[in-house]
């Protein structure tokens, strides 16, 4: 069975300090890596996707992200957060024929200003 | 482009009521997601539905829970009796095809 596990539970950092989250999942065949991120109040909306290609992808906000096959990982940088990156961080996976997404538990980014 | 709807956003029920939450997907996608979010977890799957048909409900407890989506648009995800353990968010999501999710804001139940 698919799983995805994130390394920290919370993250606390100062502004313009760099970010980097762990993702790494379980399946051994194609995937879909995603992340998505809650901000406060708000709903789960989509941060940046990788389907095929380019490993390196760049998602909205400054956000990128690293598919490292070898490693079964996706983790997520930042070079420089901001207070308004406080937010909670999902990253998720769907792979073979299936459109179903797995969920990691999340990691609380707080940004102290 | 209005995203998804759902409602009620917050519920509060004693133990053994029935319950109901609504969900109206993006215009045009015919995948609809329902996924149970407990506190401090990611959410998990509970059904999907791919126009009017539920194409993978493995993880809906059907004792208790059901759904439908009738004409392969609104859908209606129905507890009955509802548990303590129940108490979660409750989040609908939809697609074209299998593509991008998206997400509405979930409906937060408590269930006393």
């Known amino acids: 069975a698919q799983s995805v596990s994130q390394h920290n539970h919370h993250v606390i950092l100062s502004e313009a300090a760099s970010l980097e989250l762990g993702c790494n999942y379980s399946y051994g065949g194609t995937v879909n890596l995603f992340w998505y991120v809650q901000y406060p109040g708000q709903h789960l909306q989509l941060l940046l996707k990788?389907?095929?290609?380019?490993?390196l992808v760049k998602g909205i906000k400054g956000f990128e992200a690293e598919f490292i096959k070898s490693k079964f990982s996706f983790n997520l940088r930042k070079p420089s957060v901001q207070w308004s990156d406080t937010a909670e961080y999902f990253c998720?996976?769907?792979?073979?024929?299936?459109?179903?997404?797995?969920f990691g538990k999340g990691t609380k980014l707080s940004v102290k200003p | 482009e209005a995203g998804v709807v759902q409602s009620p956003r917050y519920k509060i029920i004693e133990k053994k009521q029935p319950v109901a939450f609504w969900c109206n997907p993006i215009?045009?996608?015919?995948?609809l997601y329902w996924y149970l979010q407990n506190l401090g977890q990611g959410p998990e799957l509970l059904i999907r539905y791919e126009n009017e048909e539920a194409v993978d409900d493995s993880q809906l407890p059907k004792d208790r829970f059901s759904a439908e989506r009738l004409k392969g648009v609104d859908s209606t995800l129905k507890i009955q009796p509802a548990e303590l353990g129940d108490s979660a968010v409750y989040l609908c999501?939809?697609?074209?095809?299998?593509?991008?999710?998206?997400f509405g804001p979930g409906t937060r139940l408590t269930v006393l």
């Open positions: 215009s045009g996608h015919n995948t």
């Open positions: 999501a939809s697609s074209f095809d299998q593509n991008e999710q998206f």
């Open positions: 990788y389907f095929s290609g380019d490993p």
């Open positions: 998720a996976v769907n792979g073979g024929s299936q459109g179903n997404l797995i």
